[in-house]
């Protein structure tokens, strides 16, 4: 089964999330374990402090490596094995669908959230095996980035989707934008669904689906085109 682990300094609000809807619902039906650990419990500082001021000087605080480092060495024991750590961070590379699903196949993943101005670069060389970001913009912490791997991650896990068609179906899993939805009713504040939606040709409504993905995709995101054919 698989096992994710996230190092943090906010455990309640990691937990919080993954507690609730469909990973909530993996985690009951056994199909994956996840937990957070505290990183303030092994601080060796008699004031619980897990940062200091930058050598070289600057603004505000690093995460000192100690602590970080005790948390991991702590899960490597009680998993019996290392992890593979991920230091999710601005400077790692983005996030992709295609990570997500090699990740998924990975039994043992950590999850390593900053605070506050960074973490010492040399617990980073020594234990992070990857860093890795969710896009380029900054966050106060790195555990709405860890939050959204494990989703991510969770959800390509056999069994936690109610069908494999909605994992198949949807952006990005071929590479490209998903097609426009409708449900009832047919017209609504005057305006109708699509004609093909409502014909029952099934051939017709899927090229028009794909024609939608094509359309939506070189129009939205034509980078993501030029990926596709290199
Ligand atoms: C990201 C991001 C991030 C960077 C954490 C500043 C606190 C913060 N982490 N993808 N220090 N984007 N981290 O913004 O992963």
């Known amino acids: 089964?698989?096992?994710?682990?996230?190092?943090?300094?906010?455990?309640?609000?990691?937990?919080?999330?993954?507690?609730e809807s469909i990973t909530g619902r993996a985690i009951s039906k056994g199909l994956i374990e996840i937990h957070s650990r505290n990183i303030r419990d092994f601080t060796k500082n008699k004031h619980g402090s897990v940062d200091d001021t930058p050598y070289g000087g600057g603004m505000g605080m690093i995460m000192q490596a100690q602590p970080i480092y005790d948390c991991y060495l702590s899960l490597c024991e009680e998993l019996g094995a290392k992890p593979h750590l991920i230091y999710m961070s601005p400077q790692g590379k983005v996030l992709t669908q295609q990570r997500v699903k090699e990740l998924a196949e990975i039994p043992n993943l950590a999850l390593l959230c900053g605070h506050y101005e960074?973490?010492?670069?040399?617990?980073?060389?020594?234990?992070?095996?990857?860093?890795?970001?969710?896009?380029?913009?900054?966050?106060?912490?790195?555990?709405?980035?860890?939050?959204?791997?494990?989703?991510a991650v969770a959800r390509m896990i056999p069994g936690v989707l109610a069908n494999d068609e909605a994992v198949q179906n949807?952006?990005?899993?071929?590479?490209l934008l998903e097609y426009p939805q409708y449900t009832k009713?047919?017209?609504?504040?005057?305006?109708?669904?699509?004609?093909?939606l409502l014909s029952g040709h099934h051939k017709n409504i899927d090229a028009w689906r794909k024609e939608q993905s094509l359309k939506r995709t070189k129009e939205r995101r034509p980078d993501l085109l030029e990926e596709k054919n290199l």
């Open 185 to 196: 009713p047919a017209v609504w504040e005057s305006i109708a669904v699509p004609d093909v």
């Open 170 to 175: 949807e952006s990005h899993y071929n590479g």
């Open 1 to 19: 089964m698989m096992r994710i682990d996230i190092l943090t300094l906010f455990p309640e609000m990691c937990s919080a999330v993954y507690s």
């Open 118 to 151: 960074g973490v010492d670069q040399r617990v980073i060389d020594k234990i992070v095996d990857e860093e890795i970001s969710i896009g380029d913009y900054v966050l106060t912490g790195g555990e709405i980035p860890a939050l959204a791997l494990t989703d």
